[in-house]
């Protein structure tokens, strides 16, 4: 088990998804240039962890494609396009989504909102479940789409400090 204990332990740290939801990789596959499924460590995002609330931010497929949550801007999602999704915390190990839009910009919100996602630590690593936006096909709603996992790189400074 990872020593890990609070989802804030993954403050500016590079992820990448593990996804376990077979339509999810299906959706995501075709949604990403099959990215997934060649190579998974080409798509991932940053957590940023500030007091009770999260953001995830510089989302990319195929190491440099920004993502959008708007289809016709993907692989271009930068500034006001780019997918930026905020949490609140509930707990040392779960952050909820705050509702708000997941573009850059703000606006969208009815349809690319993040209400019902959520973010839990389990056994060291973050389940990401989704919620019920429009950006989500309907099939996904409400499941466990994916584990984020750190992205290589040095130790976590709470697993220097043992």
Partial sequence: ???RTKLEDFNNVDVYPDITN??????????LCCGPAVCPSSIGATLYFEG???T???NHFCWVLKLSPIPCFNGCGVGPCAQVSK????SDTVFV???ESQL????????????????QLVNGKIEYHVG?????PPCIHGEKLMHMVPLGGAPMTTEMQR
């Fill in 52 to 54: 009770d609330k999260a």
């Fill in 132 to 136: 019920n936006s429009m950006y989500y």
């Fill in 87 to 90: 949490f609140e915390k509930e």
């Fill in 104 to 119: 850059g910009g703000g606006c969208c919100q009815a349809c690319c909102h993040n209400k019902g996602d959520k973010m």
């Fill in 97 to 99: 989504g705050t509702g």
């Fill in 56 to 58: 995830v931010d510089n």
């Fill in 22 to 31: 077979g339509v999810a990789k299906g959706f995501f596959n075709c949604m």
């Fill in 1 to 3: 088990m990872s020593s």
